[in-house]
Nanobody, 118 residues
């Protein structure tokens, strides 16, 4: 089992920045960790992911150039730096772990609210 705790959400004006953190109890070395978000009345959507082993990253088109995912292997912590925030980025943000060999993300945090005012 992997426990995940997100933090860093809040209220920010459009154009502002926030940094989300995701602290994991443990992360299997060849896992992927990812960020997802869910806005009110919408489906949960993928935001970004990072390979825990290699650090290779991938982003949804909607956040490319604005968000940066990173990780600290020693601290079992993943981050999401969000710049140039837009009102449409408002959502609950979740971190998740996809274990080695798994096709889906299996472990999820409780989420942290990000609200961007116009």
């Amino acid at each position: 089992q992997v426990q995940l705790v997100e933090s860093g959400g809040g209220l920010v004006q459009a154009g502002g920045s926030l940094r989300l953190s995701c602290a994991a109890s443990s992360v299997p070395f060849s896992s992927y960790m990812g960020w997802f978000r869910q806005a009110p009345g919408k489906e949960r959507e993928f935001v970004s992911q990072i390979s825990w082993r290699s650090g290779i990253t991938f982003y949804a088109d909607s956040v490319v150039g604005r968000f940066t995912i990173s990780r600290d292997n020693a601290e079992n912590t993943m981050y999401l730096q969000m710049n140039s925030l837009k009102p449409e980025d408002t959502a609950v943000y979740y971190c998740a772990v996809r274990p080695p060999g798994a096709s889906e993300y299996a472990y999820w945090g409780q989420g942290t609210q990000v609200t961007v005012s116009s």
